[in-house]
């Protein structure tokens, strides 16, 4: 069987736009898919769950939302770590005043806050441009750590100034909480992540995703075409935004447990899942997936080469860590501006035609 | 009632101090954004890595001592002299010269035609990649920058404001230098783009890069020239910086201040860049002393305090609403 369309016949139109036209590729993604949900949750153990699946799991949904504002709209955003914040105080909040309400529903709750939120702060976009507006997007970073520091009703008064997750259970698993399982963690993120995404992808590819990308590619003309563009912006705001709080409450509450703003949400992650969306490809689905998991990957590969393997100590390895990261953004943008995911698309034009090129 | 006026106006001058001082990374970002179009994150890095390869240099301290250590097992930290402080600046502007260099060879050469979105992003790794390179060849420790600059209080100014209003302001004597510093940089600039050859090649680029290779500019040259006057200008925001709050990471992280600075005052406006710097100084100080004051939680029942790390932010975000361009800015025309 080659990788390519001839023998495999589309009969009705559903057929004919799937996601994956090609069998092959079509396959691949149902194994992916029969490997992530019935193989790994009975192999998984907690320094797999907690250093590498569910981290990236996370930072794929995050991810996925800049994606969308940044390589979908145009809009550059560095305000990611601001909305996730707003995201986990809204499943803070949400968790400690209706013990009773599903996780899954607090999740998705603090995700449409994170969108009111996002939307707020992307009123401006419609004056704003360009790097104007990435400097703009700061001032939603610096405000909201600011505010969820400075007032203590969004940590419920706690003399730390933290707030951390009480236990919740879905199906009788704990997914919250400090007794939680790896494999109930894992798979109440992997079922959000395949969720979302295949919002995202089917978003991108309508209407809506296809006026998202004639603002990005020239606003102007785009409005003379009748894309109006406060609402393709602002629905690409709250989008993004959506994506990005679920990301910060799953981050908070099935991840880390407890949080302080400051560090958990620092501008340091806006950059963060910026670098992901470069590296894996802006305006792909594929290369947000892929941005992240290399970016998860990197750090645990490097500290256990540097640190566990050759000895070295662990500052040292953390700066050593910066300067690969940077040499290889630079690399990418020199060598490949639209990321690991073009490299793919380019692979399998020409898989496409292999072995017969002409 | 007068004595909070006259702490308000104490807060107002320090605030224009330290504006000045958010002044001197701007410029650096305003000099690259006109010749290059290029939005230099990496001008706070450059602060960081110049004030560290100085105090490096000065101290003898040998690059790379800690990976050399790691990899080969030995022990070395120092060569064991001291340099002048004279000396050791030029030597640290050789440094910056060279990295120009560098950066215009390796990485804008291949970058040239990019949208400007990625040579953003370029900048942000390059931003990285120099603070790793950085703390690795000269140790992430805090150093102190010792070159005979005087700080604290300044007496004259103390005693004079003492005389006349019964209460003595506190200005830093370093802040004032930095005041000064900046003023002749300014200057500097402005003579140097004005009148000599290459400053006016400069200005030709930033006009109209196409206009400017056809009468026979060489772009390249030109970019290498800009990157070292922004490593310049880089090194003396590090040296001010880093004396008055030590060689540290934490210097980088002025990128982030000069930013809403630059669009306050607009990108392509060194006055635009120097004025911006004081609205912000002056307005986060007077913010601040505002809103932590006993009077404002009387009147609306709550104060607020490190309002620094945000006012500046939203005041140029409700600024840009008005004026997307900034201050100064070239006005911005859009044509499909």
Redesign the interface.
Known sequence: MFYREAGDYKTTYAEDSQTFPLKLDRYAYYTLLAVAFLVVPFVINDYWASAVLIPFLIWSIASLGLNILTGYCGQ?SLGTGGFMAVGAYAAYKLMTSFPDLNIMIIVLLSGAITAAVGVLFGL?SL??????L???T??AQ??L??LF??FEWFYNYSASGQISAPTREMFGYEVTGPSASAPAKYMFCLVLVLGLAWVARNLTRGRIGRSWMAIRD?D??AE?IGVNPLKTKLTAFAVSSFFIGVAGALFFAVYLGAVEVGEAFG?QKS?LV??MI?IGGLGSILGSFIGAAFLVLLPVLLKNIMAGA?G??I??AA????????????LT??LE?HGVAQLWRVAKQKLRLWPFPH | MMDQFLYGTEAAINGLMTGVMYSLVALGFVLIFKASGI?NYAQGVMALFGALTLVGIQEGQVPFA??IN?IFGTNIQKFGWELPAVAAIILTIGVMILFAWLVERL?LK??VN?????L???T??????????G??MWG?DIKTLNLGLTQGLNETIDAATYDWFGYGFYIDNLDITAAIIAIILVVALTIFSQYSTTGRALRAVADDHQAALSVGISLRFIWVVVWAIAGFIALVAGVMWGAKSGVQFSLSLIT?KA??V??LGG?TSIPGAIIGGMIIGVGEKLFEFIVSSSWFGDFFGFT????E??FA??L??IF??FR?Q?LFGDK?I???
Request: charged residues 10%; aromatic residues 16%; negative net charge.
């Open positions: 550059v401006p004056r704003i441009k360009g790097f104007y990435a400097v703009a700061l001032a610096f405000f750590v600011w520091n400075k020239m102007i003309a003379i501008i950059f910026l670098f470069i050759l070295w100590p500052d040292l700066h050593i860590e910066l300067v690969i990261i940077g040499f290889l953004i630079m943008l020199v501006p | 939005f800690g990976l790691a990485l291949h970058l990019q949208e400007p979105i990625i953003f992003m370029a942000i790794g390059l931003a990285y990649f120099m603070e790793g390179v703390d690795l992430s982030l930013l809403p630059l669009m990108f607020m305090n490190a309002t790390n945000w932010y939203v140029a975000l840009l609403v997307p900034g911005i859009e044509r499909v």
